[in-house]
């Protein structure tokens, strides 16, 4: 059965596309993920696309990113040493876990796209109901997805959450990695909590890096996956030549 509650809301009527941005191994590397970044079909940014987005018509615009990101991925990923794909997810959009999921395999299926090469992450932008999230992230992983806290450290309730969910992934907010190189107090925080992530046995990934100084201190720090201007900036329905030598 599909997901009938899922259905009963607006369609999502204006056309948008992916931008995707890579996050490198630099231990490596090599590339490990490009994040799918919405963006209009003109190639204008995301919010002109999400301010059209409403509580009617969010079931279909999260259904159509979903889809529109794994047929793109499909097309442009290398098939040897294939990256992963991070889609953005939104949990409010999301009624019944498995229900809802159903666009999503078949569209994998479809395009031959590996389901443990797709990792799902959210942002805390609002208050959410944990109990909801956290259902939707366990079926996730059972399906074979991987999972990912993104903007860790802005949300509303990153530690409590983690206490209850270890992802396979959390992605630093840029605002603490943002000009960490001269600030001692930001250095302290992301070092303890690198350590607590490694305790837990997740992966780090921190976005946001874009000066060598930034660079130079995480990779003091034992980071090695790297998402940022630094990097490669998002590039419309392509991949981004990567800026950094290995």
């Known amino acids: 059965m599909g997901c009938m509650a899922c259905k009963d809301g607006a369609a999502f009527s204006s056309k948008f596309t992916m931008a995707f941005q890579p996050i490198m191994d630099t231990r490596r590397g090599e590339i490990f993920a490009h ?12 919010a002109n696309v999400l301010a059209l987005v409403d509580p009617d018509n969010r079931y279909a615009f999260d259904q159509q990113c979903r889809v529109r990101a794994i047929e793109l991925a499909a097309r442009l990923f290398p098939r040897n040493n294939m990256p992963h794909l991070s889609i953005n997810f939104m949990p409010n959009a999301v009624y019944e876990p498995r229900a809802c999921i159903r666009q999503t395999l078949e569209t994998a299926k479809r395009t031959d796209f590996p389901l443990d090469r797709i990792i ?17 992230l366990r079926s996730y992983r059972e399906i ?35 000009g960490i190189d001269t600030d001692s107090v930001k250095q302290v925080v992301v070092r303890h909590t690198l350590a607590m992530l490694q305790d837990l046995g997740v992966t780090v990934v921190c976005e946001g890096v874009e000066t060598a ?11 090695s996956l790297i998402q940022g201007y630094y990097i490669a900036r998002p590039t419309f329905e392509g991949l981004s030549a990567i800026l950094l030598a290995a």
């Open 35 to 46: 994040e799918a970044l919405v963006r209009g079909s003109d190639g204008s940014g995301a």
């Open 120 to 136: 799902f992450e959210f942002t805390e932008v609002e208050k959410l109901d944990t109990a909801h999230l956290l259902n939707i």
């Open 144 to 178: 074979g997805f991987k999972t990912a806290i993104d903007d860790f450290g802005a949300g509303y309730s990153g530690l409590n959450l983690l206490a209850r969910f270890q992802p396979d992934i959390v992605k630093l907010d840029m605002d603490l990695i943002r």
């Open 213 to 223: 100084a930034e660079m130079d201190v995480l990779t003091d720090f034992g980071v």
